[in-house]
């Protein structure tokens, strides 16, 4: 039997075959929080329909230009279409590229001086690229991406510097696949996708109210780094000036006023570095260069490296915990 582990990359993995259509009910979820932002704006969906060599207004000024539902798909437009008018958006248009035919207009070829909003769910094996081409033509946009991207060091520190942020919904309900087959919110490659965006969202100015106390005996401190990890981000104690590492998941509730974002806990630089010497790793601080500790070598040992690490109650490196990012608290209160 495969296990859940397993199964999670392997889901994951698959993710990167980009054939992943996003339901109208989860656009029809995210999108009302945006009307205000949409009024008076010319919008682009890049990566919903190959059939056309140029990109197509679907709509302008109140008016459908051409919709025809057997070749727009995309719950996008069929979404944006419907609400236009009670929107007040000036124009809607779409396009898109099939790989497999090289027929269509890819996102890299638009010119997005035409258009004020790129609204879509882009293929995931480039989303990294689709992000910074968006950036770089200074297009405000709202779409899904994996929340794997928020491990990755670039697009993080486009996060960091107050560039992207996280949409209202963390999770996906589901996805239709090319087969017509809907996988749904308990499916994993649902799960882990979310809305990103650089469009104003209320939620990520709300404080998450802190009521846990820091003390060592509930708070492992990291064996190489200096800071505390934290299992839950709803554990975050209200007390604690220092790093502290949590899930990626506590960037739903992230908000800039009140947390700053240090880093993520893979590339971070670590007081304690290891070698291997022979059949042994040695773990040495970085700044005296002695050995502190020494383990023998062994597959675990080789395969968690020098990765964070949580010290053990004995002082030893202990685990190395699944993607953390490193915050502060910027509003400490140690009443
Ligand atoms: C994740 S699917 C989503 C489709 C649609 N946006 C939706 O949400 O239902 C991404 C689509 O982008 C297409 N695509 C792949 N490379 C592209 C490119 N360079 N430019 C535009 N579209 C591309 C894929 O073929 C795929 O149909």
């Known amino acids: 039997m495969i296990s859940s582990r ?16 996003t339901l109208y009910e989860d656009i029809a979820a995210e999108l009302p929080n945006y009307k205000e932002f ?9 990566c919903d329909c190959d059939e056309f060599t140029k990109a197509q207004i679907v709509y302008s000024n109140g008016k459908i230009i051409s919709f025809n539902n057997t070749l727009i798909k995309s719950n996008f437009i069929k979404y944006l279409i419907k ?10 248009s779409v396009s898109g590229f099939d790989p497999n035919t090289n027929k269509g207009i890819r996102f890299q070829d638009l010119d997005y001086s ?3 909003i790129v609204i879509t769910n882009p293929p995931f094996s480039q989303f990294r690229e689709f992000v910074e081409i968006l950036l770089k ?35 996906m309900s589901g996805f239709a696949l090319p087969n017509g087959t809907i996988i749904g919110r308990r499916d994993n490659r649902a799960r882990s996708c979310c809305w990103y965006t650089n469009l104003e969202v209320q939620t990520r100015h709300e404080e998450i109210v802190l009521t846990a106390k820091y003390s060592p005996e509930k708070y492992p401190s990291y064996y190489n780094f200096d800071g505390i990890d934290i299992k839950d981000s709803r554990k975050i104690p209200c007390d604690y000036d220092g ?17 700053e974002l240090i880093g993520l806990g893979s590339p971070i630089e670590k007081k304690f570095i290891h070698k291997k010497d022979g059949a042994q790793i040695h773990y ?29 109650k004995d002082g030893t490196p202990g685990n190395a915990p699944f993607g953390r990012i490193i915050i502060r608290n910027k509003k400490v209160n140690k009443e």
């Not at 968690?304 to 053990?312: A, D, K, M, S």
């Open 114 to 116: 035409k258009y004020d």
């Open 243 to 259: 790093y502290m590492g949590v899930p990626i998941t506590f960037m739903q509730k992230y908000n800039p006023d009140q947390f």
């Open 38 to 46: 949409l009024k008076g704006k010319r919008i682009i969906c890049p």
């Open 6 to 21: 397993r199964r999670r990359i392997k889901e994951s993995k698959q993710l990167q075959n980009n054939e992943f259509y």
């Open 137 to 171: 033509n200074k297009m405000q946009f709202l779409v899904i991406g994996p929340q794997n991207a928020l491990t990755y060091k670039d697009f993080f520190q486009h996060i960091q510097n107050n560039e992207i942020w996280i949409g209202y919904h963390f999770h």
């Open 83 to 92: 609400h236009a008018k009670e929107y007040k958006i000036k124009s809607i």
């Open 284 to 312: 040495i601080d970085k700044k005296t260069n002695e050995i502190v500790y020494s383990f023998p070598f062994s597959l675990r040992e080789r395969k968690i490296g020098n990765l964070l690490r949580v010290q053990n």
